[in-house]
């Protein structure tokens, strides 16, 4: 790292001798199967399969909620699904009816992983979609540890890549003076891509804080959050970028049926937003290299939940147009976003950092957001927090031991029905509809032997049931804006 004199001589006393960047990148709604390096077929990620081929991939890795903002919170808070503030996408305007945009802000009080780098000397910047509270609330990025917030501070105003204004810390910049709306239906006539593009692609805009950040402090330790929206409906991305799939995948017109902005061509659309945020993974990488600092930043990429999930009855279509099925997008994982089986919160995750983390390798070694709180301190020399429910994971990235996990991975999740989930060992426990008229029944399956979660080994293995149930009763603390009651393993 390059520091001057001064600089060194003042940072000497918080920062360890040589402080290492960050750079966290989180996709938004991105599948388990969507990249090349893990599977995929049809969609074009260089930039990633670099990295990929650089780095370490984290194969069995997992969000810590299936939806944007518990995910957000658990990943920044370091605190699972149990113990989390924010357990739901609930809008502010529920209980804060001054703020007409934004999501439920997180305390005050919560101490998020900035904080602790700022506090050691850190200059911190979150670059994209923040979804924890609504500027000048509670939760506002710049009252938990940001020295720059830019993009979408609101989840909702999110589904639009050409909204009126961005926010840079507490100032609104209009960026569209006629924004594109995020949701509209077209039942009738001709659909075109050009109806539904703006004069500013906030995605761009977005890229460009990020290498303006990287070049600014090259010179100081930096720890940079870049939550990218893609590919987050409603799907409208530039023509030309659209174009360069090829015209024959689609065979059916979006209309809007499930949400979001019709499309002419949606398979193309999404596969071009996911090219989109390989390409934002190759500016940042190329912002590093020029800045001198490649090797000194740790670069960790994965994803807030797995791809969204089908529409309504009546359409082939998922939501917001994606389809799925013909990108093969969970890698025959079950379940998609909002749901607790494996397609929904399994996680495709790379980890870069040469010298430290092995090139061109694969870890299965289970983990999820809560660790990365721990993960990233002890990565930078600093000390973690007390009261973090996650396990550092940097003892098998850099291949010196595996984790001693001191309570399992779990997520309680009160909406799509309400779900809970634990992992133990191999085995995961799930129960589904726990806020319905008729609750599904506890679910077991061997992760090792059966990943697609097809063979329910509940009759088989009632002990597992009633560790999972001991687990989340002891686990998951009273939340009265997210609530949902445990029940036993007989009821």
């Not at 990620?45 to 299936?66: C, M, Q, V």
């Not at 934004?102 to 101490?111: E, M, N, R, Y």
Request: glycine share 10%; hydrophobic share 40%; with cysteine.
């Amino acid at each position: 790292m390059r520091l001057t004199p001064l600089l060194a001589l003042l940072l000497a006393c918080v920062l360890p001798a040589s402080a290492l960047n960050v750079v966290f990148i989180l996709a938004d709604d991105l599948g388990y199967g969507e990249l090349g390096c893990f599977g995929q077929q049809k969609i074009r990620t260089p930039h990633l399969d670099s990295l990929a081929a650089e780095g370490t991939k984290l194969t069995r890795h997992y969000t810590g909620a299936p939806v944007c903002a518990p995910a957000r919170c658990i990943l920044m808070s370091g605190k699972h699904a149990g113990h989390a503030e924010i357990r739901g996408n609930r809008q502010a305007s529920v209980s804060f009816p001054q703020f007409k945009e934004g999501q439920h802000p997180i305390s005050a009080d919560t101490l998020l992983m900035p904080a602790v780098f700022k506090k050691a000397g850190y200059v911190t910047g979150a670059i994209g979609k923040w979804g924890l509270g609504p500027a000048g609330s509670s939760g506002d990025p710049t009252r938990h540890g940001f020295d720059l917030f830019f993009g979408y501070n609101c989840q909702a105003v999110a589904h639009s890549f050409y909204p009126r204004f961005l926010w840079k810390n507490d100032q609104q910049i209009e960026i569209n003076p006629t924004p594109i709306p995020g949701h509209a239906k077209q039942p009738e006539g001709e659909v075109t891509m050009e109806k539904w593009i703006g004069r500013t692609y906030a995605p761009d805009l977005m890229v460009a804080e990020a290498e303006q950040f990287i070049a600014s402090n090259q010179s100081k330790p930096f720890f940079l959050y870049l939550a990218f929206v893609e590919p987050h409906v409603a799907m409208h991305p530039p023509v030309e970028r659209v174009n360069e799939y090829p015209a024959e995948w689609d065979t059916e017109v979006y209309r809007g049926d499930s949400g979001y902005l019709p499309h002419p061509r949606p398979r193309a659309a999404y596969a071009a937003m996911i090219s989109d945020l390989d390409r934002h993974v190759g500016k940042i990488r190329a912002a590093l290299e020029q800045a001198g600092v490649l090797d000194e930043t740790l670069i960790v990429f994965t994803s807030d939940n797995g791809t969204t999930h089908p529409g309504g009855p009546g359409t082939r279509f998922h939501i917001g147009g994606c389809d799925a099925p013909f990108f093969n997008s969970t890698a025959g994982l079950r379940g998609y976003k909002g749901s607790l089986f494996e397609g929904g919160i399994r996680v495709p995750t790379i980890v870069r950092l040469p010298g430290k983390v092995k090139a061109g390798a694969s870890d299965k070694t289970p983990g999820y957001f809560p660790d990365w709180f721990p993960t990233l301190c002890a990565a930078a020399g600093l000390e973690a927090p007390a009261g973090l429910d996650g396990s550092n994971l940097w003892p098998v990235l850099t291949g010196a031991a595996k984790p001693e996990r001191a309570t399992p991975m779990l997520w309680v999740y009160p909406e799509y029905g309400g779900q809970v989930a634990v992992r133990i060992g191999d085995f995961k426990v799930i129960r589904q509809g726990l806020k319905t008229k008729r609750p599904g029944p506890w679910q077991v399956f061997d992760l090792a032997k059966d990943p697609a979660e097809a063979n329910d080994l509940a009759a088989a293995r009632p002990e597992l049931i009633e560790q999972a149930v001991a687990v989340l009763q002891r686990e998951v603390s009273p939340n009265d804006k997210f609530p949902m009651a445990i029940p036993g393993a007989g009821e």
